[in-house]
């Protein structure tokens, strides 16, 4: 695969992205460990986590407080 262009592209994003998608990952796991068993969602630091019915964890990203212009 040394001559496609295609291929020398997308391994560039996959070894300049790796570390990041890691650091991602174990953020991820540590954030699922720290959810109680018995707790249906957590919320903090612009996160929040879900618990399905099943017992899989998801999060979202919240917007930022005080991104929107103050009303006068």
């Given at each position: 695969?040394s001559?496609?262009?295609?291929w020398a592209?997308f391994a560039?994003?996959?070894?300049?992205?790796r570390?990041?998608?890691l650091?991602?990952?174990r953020?991820?796991?540590?954030?699922k460990?720290?959810?109680?068993?018995?707790?249906k969602?957590g919320?903090?630091h612009?996160?929040r986590?879900?618990?399905?019915?099943?017992g899989?964890v998801?999060?979202d990203?919240?917007e930022?407080?005080g991104t929107h212009?103050p009303?006068?």
């Amino acid at each position: 695969m040394s001559t496609s262009n295609s291929w020398a592209e997308f391994a560039g994003i996959f070894l300049r992205t790796r570390e990041a998608h890691l650091e991602h990952e174990r953020g991820k796991s540590e954030l699922k460990a720290l959810l109680p068993e018995d707790a249906k969602d957590g919320i903090g630091h612009r996160i929040r986590a879900r618990r399905s019915r099943s017992g899989a964890v998801s999060f979202d990203i919240l917007e930022r407080e005080g991104t929107h212009a103050p009303v006068q």
